[in-house]
């Protein structure tokens, strides 16, 4: 275990990275959407 | 420590944090019914890739959901009803396939206040006759689908068709298939992502741009015109009658932006012999928009839109006498 945690923590950019990456990504996605009521029809499937 | 260990690590914790906004989608829509993921919904649990290539998607037979606050029933012919049809009709019954996408199948609006539904019960207390509107109706179906629903259900033995025309319906749909196809129909992130891209992408673009772009394209109507002919041959061969119904687009009526189509609609229908043409947009603007539609988000056409749409096509049947 205390070598895990020195693991973790010496290479903290390589899993903090893409913590960091998808939480920008989705507040993006999350306050930068357009206004629903102008757009046509688009869905996602059929 | 070596690299190929430091990239697992990463990936290992994009996935975990992807499993977390999945898992948080899922709750998170279970307490909010955003019409896209509902739509979304609607796709994975009541729809399927047809057999029938140029069908294209139909509702699977005997399903059921609640999708947007409303319960939708699909029965054995993947039609939406609470009931069966018979094969062969019993004698007296005038049937009616009304064809058409979304709008046609109701959504967002209960079984009993769809216009297939309210037209049915207006025909049966003027008429002698029982009559039975047959809900053709299957979410982001065009003309070329719609003929073919039209024709997989000639067996039900139609007295009349009604064609629901709806502006989008001359778009071509492409369908998913292999890992991206699974991908899409099993996980919240897809109708999240996509509908945010969707919107971020077209933050300039208004619905009024992208339905006139559709008709600027020869191939579309060329192929819109070839699916009408062929609808318009099936009836004169079965001698039955067909009315176009043009449902307009609702996000605004007062000053409709779309009239030079609705002009090429209007005289593509008036060149097919026998056809009958009805534009609902003069009997529909009286209304405030909002009026009409089933949410703020959801420009679809509400209880009260349904029923002024019946109310039109049963007037333009009782005016034309084509039962007595």
Redesign the interface.
């Known amino acids: 275990m205390k070598n895990i945690r020195e693991?973790i923590k010496?290479?903290k950019w390589?899993?903090?990275?893409?913590?960091i990456v998808?939480?920008v990504l989705?507040a993006?996605?999350?306050l930068?959407?357009?206004d629903?009521?102008?757009?046509?029809?688009?869905?996602?499937?059929? | 420590?070596k690299t190929a260990t430091?990239?697992l690590?990463?990936?290992?914790?994009?996935l975990v944090?992807?499993a977390l906004?999945e898992a948080g989608l899922r709750l998170g829509y279970r307490f909010y019914a955003d019409?896209?993921t509902e739509?979304?919904r609607y796709?994975?649990e009541l729809?399927r890739?047809s057999a029938n290539g140029k069908l294209?998607?139909e509702h699977v037979p005997g399903r059921a959901a609640s999708l947007y606050g409303v319960d939708i029933r699909i029965n054995s012919r993947g039609i939406r009803a609470d009931r069966e049809y018979e094969i062969p009709k019993a004698a007296g019954i005038k049937r009616i396939l009304m064809a058409g996408d979304?709008l046609t199948l109701g959504w967002g609006v209960r079984h009993e206040d769809t216009c297939p539904r309210i037209l049915e019960a207006m025909l049966n207390e003027k008429y002698p006759a029982g009559f039975e509107v047959i809900n053709l109706g299957v979410?982001?179906y065009g003309t070329e689908n719609e003929l073919e629903a039209i024709k997989n259900n000639m067996e039900l033995q139609p007295d009349m068709i009604i064609l629901n025309f709806y502006i989008?319906d001359i778009e071509e749909?492409r369908?998913?298939s292999g890992p991206a196809y699974w991908f899409?129909?099993n996980f919240y992130i897809?109708?999240?992502?996509?509908?945010?891209?969707?919107?971020?992408k077209?933050?300039g673009?208004?619905?009024r741009e992208?339905?006139s772009s559709l008709y600027k394209d020869a191939r579309l109507r060329d192929r819109f015109e070839k699916g009408l002919k062929e609808i318009a041959d099936i009836a004169r061969c079965g001698r039955i009658p067909l009315i176009f119904v043009n449902i307009p687009e609702l996000?605004e009526l007062e000053n409709y932006p779309f009239n030079d189509i609705n002009k090429y609609i209007e005289k593509t229908v008036l060149s097919l012999p026998d056809a009958e043409y009805l534009d609902l947009l003069p009997f529909l603007k009286k209304n405030p928009k909002h009026d009409l539609w089933v949410s703020?988000?959801d420009?679809h056409l509400n209880k009260k839109a349904n029923k002024l749409v019946a109310r039109a096509i049963f007037n333009r049947i009782s005016e034309n006498e084509y039962f007595k």
């Open positions: 693991f010496q290479n390589w899993w903090l990275t893409p913590i998808l939480s989705l993006v996605l999350l930068l959407g357009g629903a009521a102008k757009l046509p029809f688009i869905y996602a499937m059929f | 420590m430091k990239i690590l990463a990936a290992v914790s994009a944090m992807l906004i019409y896209n739509m979304w796709a994975v729809k890739l294209g998607h979304s979410g982001n989008n749909i369908y998913p899409q129909k897809y109708p999240f992502g996509y509908d945010r891209l969707v919107k971020l077209n933050r673009l208004d619905y992208y339905y996000h703020p988000e420009v």
